[in-house]
């Protein structure tokens, strides 16, 4: 007898009521659980319908090439085929697990260089919108101080367009010439110090600090000044529209100027306790020390707004007298301030 699925001697025979064929019992049950029919006839069948067969408990003849020694030789050749082949099949598992785990970590390379990637746009994308909401915080106020100061002036016009006069006085020209007198008495007479360095020791200068002062979103710095009572505060003007005030000796920021809304072009100190700035927004704005005796460290507030340019502010240079400055437009003109009245002399 031979099972109908196997091909074998069944170990367990059992045969169907219902189609006579003799199957071994696991393969038949296992077969009947899954499908419900006969494997051979696919007639429905299920576990009821097997009766096992009782057979004589033989013992299993050995096979017969295991009986003479070609046969056992040939038995081991084909075990030694199927281990070779097996080998090979592991082998060739193992170099595709290979290929799939080199891939999956060029993958994962790939993911974290991308998120790297966008966390660094994201941080400069949140840096240039908090940039773009200190400007508009800035602007507003400025407007809303403006349009308080036009309010309580009762329709007259501001500083610079109230003070605007068609020449410069005589005073201030006298003024002028006698500073301008001083100066050209005390040149005549100066002698280059000793102190003064050789060609070859500014040869020799080597950098000693770098500091990022304004934002990284929009580098750049337009102008940079350094204020006369105490040369280690600096005053830059940055292309993000913005004034930062930076001790070099403290290595720290001071104050940071807001209220322009474009590049700002030019920044001169006009004495210990004035700050004269220049912008593409077409504007000269006049800062003063909140903290007395000019301390730079008290910060700068914002005096007056200048407009009388139809272009961009380009340059600010202060009088050596600190009491009056001149601002260059790109629309081919230029301006002579007051810095006390925060006038406009001639233009």
Request: hydrophobic content about 40%; proline content about 4%; some cysteine.
């Amino acid at each position: 007898m031979f099972c109908a699925i196997s091909g074998t001697v069944p170990e367990e025979p059992v045969v169907s009521k219902k189609t006579g064929h003799v199957f071994e019992r696991r393969l038949i049950e296992k077969y009947v659980q899954e499908t419900g029919k006969c494997p051979v006839t696919q007639a429905e069948l299920s576990q009821d319908d097997l009766l096992p067969l009782a057979t004589n408990k033989t013992v299993k003849p050995r096979a017969t090439p295991a009986t003479s020694i070609p046969g056992l030789l040939g038995l081991f050749h084909d075990e030694w085929d199927a281990l070779m082949l097996e080998t090979h099949a592991l082998r060739q598992a193992l170099h595709t697990s290979r290929q799939e785990l080199s891939h999956a970590l060029y993958q994962h390379d790939a993911a974290c260089r991308v998120i790297a990637r966008l966390m660094r746009e994201r941080d400069e994308a949140r840096g240039a919108l908090d940039s773009m909401r200190e400007t508009l915080r800035a602007e507003f106020e400025a407007k809303k101080r403006g349009a308080e100061d036009g309010a309580a002036e009762d329709g007259e016009e501001a500083p610079s367009k109230r003070a605007k006069a068609a020449g410069i006085p005589q005073s201030v020209l006298d003024e002028v010439a006698e500073v301008n007198a001083a100066l050209s008495k005390a040149r005549k007479k100066r002698v280059v110090p000793d102190s003064v360095a050789t060609p070859e020791e500014v040869a020799g200068y080597t950098l000693v600090g770098s500091y990022a002062v304004h934002s990284a979103s929009k580098g750049g710095i337009a102008d940079i000044d350094l204020h006369p009572q105490q040369p280690s505060v600096a005053a830059t003007a940055g292309a993000d529209s913005t004034v930062r005030l930076f001790d070099t000796q403290q290595e720290r920021q001071l104050a940071s100027l807001q209220g322009h809304t474009k590049r700002v072009t030019a920044a001169r100190f006009a004495g210990a306790t004035a700050l004269v700035t220049g912008s593409a927004d077409k504007t000269v704005r006049l800062w003063r020390a909140e903290a007395e005796g000019g301390d730079p460290a008290g910060g700068y507030k914002c005096a007056a707004v200048l407009s009388d340019h139809a272009g961009e502010v380009v340059a600010v240079t202060v009088h050596p007298g600190q009491r009056y400055f001149v601002s260059a437009s790109a629309d081919a003109s230029w301006a002579f301030w007051d810095v006390e009245g925060a006038a406009c002399l001639k233009q």
